[in-house]
């Protein structure tokens, strides 16, 4: 069937929402690639030994990943009328307990972190009821989900149904909400009214430039070009951030949707999401998702009767960090060496094959539905004024909950740490930390009150970029580290261009002689004159901010940088 | 090369080869995906497909080979039996990662002819770090040292 007007989606819906909450019993897996690497699938092999060997009736469910990496795997179990149960650290020896409880009705304690009566998303539009009545005492001693601060904290509106929903069905993301925004646009709005929206909405590039989306579309919308496409940035390659991958493995359908409603704005016929090139299983998920939207018509030849046609496909990268840069990007769509290319030309006039282009990164394009359904106003009510709506942050390094959760722009970065963190893995005190990647300063500790926000990341000297937060406690060797990000620059530069090609050897030598106890105050001000000429004349923000790791050390750690100079 | 001991199966290969390339049909924008899909096959592209992607495609052997080592994702050369990949993402590496590449076996591993080593910039599973892939599965700590001793003592 196919779908041409939103009543259309009605019938999926409830399709759908019987698999959320099905009258037998739901037990779910989660088998993002945090938790296929703790053994998940084994996991739910095991639950489906269990629930034969024990003559129990029970879905098994893939799901993604909720953003608690730490306590994977995680296993959900949903009975009808029942609160919803979060097991986590549910290895293979758990199967036979969790099984069990489904007939005793008694919750296996010792790992349960979490019950809900009841999901809703947090544009509190659609939920799913769990729990008849109330709870009761079986389940007293299992942590509420509302007062659970882990989630309490967080704004999930782009990752709301990571976790909950079937990533590879798109009846369960149809039932919560999914695909509405799009049937509103394609039947009600006309593009130049969602660009207007997406501009009220103030929402910024979600990749690392922080480029207003609505502007980019609106220059791309006005370009000449007999044909026009809309590129998904999904390279993501930051060396410690999984969250996109992460996100895309739970949740394509939503990306998937941001992608449809950009190339109605910009009147594009054709897409690209361009992955990393090991993120196979979001891949497959991904394809298969653009397969299910094909099949009920929301991709190919007139959608919902709307007149737009439009087709998406899957490139997978070849794995190389600079091809995250939007121009070398294109290059290595085309098929050529991913090299920057110079600008202007901006991609929105000359990109992909020359024509007119909008690169976005997928959580940009992920926020895009919400705007659509709510309006840019109400999307510009959660941050702050540099910076609107929510961001998806990983949070990795010296913490001890590893995890990737949701916030509004604007929390602070301490917060960030102390709530989903869980602060220092043995409760050591935190020496320093760094957004954005390896482009992204090193911050010492006293800046942790920084907000998380496009302008006072960038004030304090490091950049949002596409969302990472590396924490290093006291014991981190803080010029081993910008030695190690040095070296990542020089093993990732591409050689277009003189001074990033020359440069980056030269700051890893420097950084070597200093690190080796051989560096003086002439090493120090030849880094810093470096920094300076490398900003000017790099081709792209690879060189750019190649010595800003080194740059940030000096700047904030003169102590550490003191005792390893050579004693005079 | 390693090639030589592919030599009975080249025909073979070559046919694969052939028919990956016509399912791919275009000009140099579909480059990445044949290659892709040649080193999802074989574990890396031959010296031989190379030439018969550069004859199909109308390209210079040297362009092509360029393209090739551009990119991390491709190996030009065989494999060994086994292929362990360390983690070398700054989380990873913030977790001592690299104090791994120091532990007693690391070097009878970089010595083996059984095995290929490799690190790549994240595995995706900072919840396990420091991480480590030994064909195609992640392992940390104590199951590490485990497969890894098993792997050393085939
Ligand atoms: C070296 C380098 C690496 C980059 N890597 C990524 C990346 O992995 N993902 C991404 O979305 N943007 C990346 N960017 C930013 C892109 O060039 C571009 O600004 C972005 O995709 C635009 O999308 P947005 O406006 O939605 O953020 C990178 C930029 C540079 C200079």
């Known amino acids: 069937m196919k779908i041409k007007k939103p009543e259309d989606l009605r019938k999926i819906k409830t399709r759908g929402m019987i698999l959320l909450s099905p009258d037998t019993a739901r037990i779910t897996v989660g088998t993002a690639t945090c938790g296929n690497a703790r053994g998940a699938e084994k996991t739910v092999n095991a639950i489906k030994r269990e629930l034969k060997r024990q003559g129990v009736k029970a879905d098994v469910v893939k799901v993604g990943c909720n953003g608690m990496c730490y306590a994977e795997p995680i296993v959900e179990v949903i009975r009808s009328g029942k609160p919803r149960i979060t097991y986590g650290y549910a290895g293979v020896d758990r199967a036979a307990d969790i099984v069990k409880s489904l007939s005793t009705g008694k919750p296996v304690e010792d790992i349960a972190l979490l019950r809900h009566d009841e999901h809703k998303t947090a544009d509190g539009i659609e939920s799913v009821k769990y729990s008849k009545g109330r709870p009761g005492r079986t389940y007293s001693g299992i942590k509420d989900y509302n007062k659970c601060d882990f989630f309490k904290k967080q704004k999930k509106l782009v990752s709301r149904n990571a976790g909950t929903i079937n990533p590879e069905s798109m009846d369960e993301y149809i039932a919560l909400g999914g695909y509405s925004a799009l049937a509103k646009a394609l039947t009600s709005m006309k593009p130049e009214q969602i660009i207007n929206e997406v501009k009220t909405s103030r929402l910024r590039g979600r990749g690392g430039a922080g480029f207003p989306a609505g502007l980019k579309w609106e220059a791309c919308r006005r370009a000449d070009g007999e044909k026009k496409y809309i590129v998904c940035n999904g390279s993501e390659g930051d060396p410690e951030i999984g969250m996109h991958r992460s996100f895309l493995e739970s949740d394509p359908h939503a990306v998937i949707e941001g992608i449809i409603l950009a190339g109605y704005c910009i009147e594009a016929q054709e897409g690209y999401i361009y992955l990393n090139d090991r993120y196979v299983l979001a891949s497959e998920r991904v394809k298969t998702a653009i397969r299910q939207a094909e099949k009920i018509g929301l991709l190919g030849k007139n959608i919902m009767s709307s007149g737009f046609s439009f087709s998406l496909k899957v490139k997978r990268g070849g794995g190389a960090y600079v091809c995250g840069e939007e121009t070398a990007l294109l290059n290595s769509l085309e098929g050529s060496i991913g090299e920057p290319r110079t600008r202007p030309p901006f991609p929105v006039e000359k990109g992909l094959f020359g024509m007119p282009t909008v690169v976005n990164n997928l959580e940009t394009l992920a926020n895009i539905p919400l705007i659509v359904e709510h309006g840019g106003k109400w999307f510009a009510e959660t941050g702050t004024p540099s910076g609107r709506g929510t961001k998806i942050v990983a949070l990795s390094g010296n913490v001890s909950q590893t995890c990737w959760v949701e916030v509004p722009l604007g929390t602070k970065v301490d917060d960030i740490i102390k709530t989903f963190g869980r602060g220092t893995a043995n409760g050591k005190r935190i020496k320093a930390f760094q957004t954005g990647g390896p482009s992204g300063g090193i911050l010492p500790a006293r800046l942790l009150k920084t907000k998380l926000d496009y302008d006072s990341l960038a004030r304090a000297g490091t950049l949002l970029g596409s969302g990472g937060l590396l924490v290093m406690d006291e014991d981190t060797d803080i010029i081993c580290m910008a030695r190690f990000l040095t070296e990542f620059f020089a093993d990732e530069s591409c050689g277009k261009c003189t001074s990033c090609r020359e440069g980056v050897k030269r700051l890893l030598d420097l950084i070597d002689t200093i690190a080796e106890g051989c560096g003086t105050e002439d090493h120090l001000n030849i880094i810093k004159r470096m920094d300076k000429a490398m900003r000017d004349t790099s081709f792209c923000a690879l060189g750019k901010t190649a010595a800003a790791p080194i740059a940030s050390v000096i700047k904030h750690f003169p102590g550490d940088v003191k005792k390893r100079m050579l004693k005079q | ?154």
């Not at chain 2, 497909?49 to 109308?58: E, F, G, M, V």
């Not at chain 2, 070097?107 to 991480?131: D, F, H």
């Open chain 2, 1 to 154: 090369m390693t090639d030589i001991k592919l030599l009975p199966n080249a025909q073979k290969m070559l046919e694969r080869v052939e028919r990956i390339i016509a399912k791919n049909q275009g000009g140099q924008e579909t480059l990445v995906t044949i290659l892709h899909e040649v080193q999802d096959r074989f574990g890396y592209i031959p010296r031989q497909a190379l030439d018969l992607i550069s004859q199909r495609k109308n390209l210079f052997l040297s362009t092509l080979y360029r393209l090739v080592t551009s990119y991390r994702a491709f190996r030009i050369e065989k494999p060994e039996k086994h292929i362990i990949t360390f983690c070398n993402g700054t989380g990873c590496h913030v977790n001592s990662g690299e104090s791994l590449l120091k532990e007693s076996w690391a070097t009878s591993i970089q010595n083996s002819l059984n095995i290929t080593v490799e690190k790549v910039r994240c595995l995706g599973c900072c919840n396990m770090s420091p991480a480590l892939m030994i064909d195609g599965e992640v392992y940390s700590g104590q199951d590490a040292q485990v497969k890894i001793a098993e792997i050393l003592s085939e």
